[in-house]
């Protein structure tokens, strides 16, 4: 049955709840502008001081049916709104199942009528959706998208130089670098000194799309990040 997942609970082979209307909302942009006088139009600074938009929380809403009998909504409900309302959840669509959406859901309304219940989730969640599978980490292949997953490089050997090319989403993020021994990396022809142990380069930030980085030294390396998509 398709359904939803929050966290470890899915809404059918949990709850029994049968998905009825999903409502998938955009997140709003954090735009700033500056109106001139004596101008036509306003100055968009969105995105002058840095190289991507931000954007405001997303709303998530799921609209569920539960068959049973009369007597057994009130203890049904009290069990799910104890395990769901007011939570911070991983949720993942069963029809959307390459990403996840992360933040707190909300038991909003709850009907009755001799045979069905309906019951309403909202969920106030962060703006971008995030790749499952991320870099050297264990591949989940039943989500996995052939049509738009990206497949990740396991962890790499080093052994004097080595280029390889990541793949960014629309959100920018500052990958993990995690390596065996110390070893430079370059990127936009800026050389960075990586430590053995756990690095993250603030100036190496993955914006959307091929981002190549190139290796010196002797070692293995992970490259930790995951995509984040509208």
Request: proline share 2%.
């Amino acid at each position: 049955m398709n359904g939803v997942r929050f966290g470890n609970y899915h809404s059918y082979e949990d709850f029994g709840l049968i998905l009825s209307s999903k409502t998938i909302s955009f997140p709003k942009p954090k735009t700033e502008t500056v109106n001139v006088p004596h101008m036509n139009g306003v100055i968009d600074l969105t995105d002058a001081f840095d190289d991507d938009v931000k954007f405001e929380n997303r709303k998530l809403q799921f609209k569920f049916t539960l068959l049973g009998k009369y007597g057994d909504f009130s203890s049904n409900l009290t069990r799910i709104s104890d395990i769901i309302h007011g939570q911070i959840f991983k949720i993942i669509l069963d029809d959307d199942s390459t990403y996840y959406y992360e933040g707190r859901v909300s038991l909003n309304e709850f009907k009755t009528d001799k045979r069905t219940a309906t019951i309403v989730f909202d969920c106030d969640v962060y703006p971008f959706k995030t790749d499952i599978n991320s870099e050297a980490e264990n591949w989940l292949w039943d989500t996995f998208s052939f049509v738009d997953g990206v497949i990740y490089k396991n962890i790499l050997s080093v052994d004097g130089t080595r280029t390889e090319t990541y793949v960014g989403g629309r959100e920018v993020v500052v990958p993990e670098f995690v390596c065996s021994s110390a070893m430079t990396v370059t990127f936009k022809s800026e050389i960075y000194n990586l430590k053995a142990g756990s690095n993250k380069m603030y100036g190496i930030r993955f914006i959307e799309g091929d981002n190549v980085l190139t290796f010196n030294g002797t070692g293995t390396v992970a490259v930790k990040y995951r995509r984040g998509v509208l």
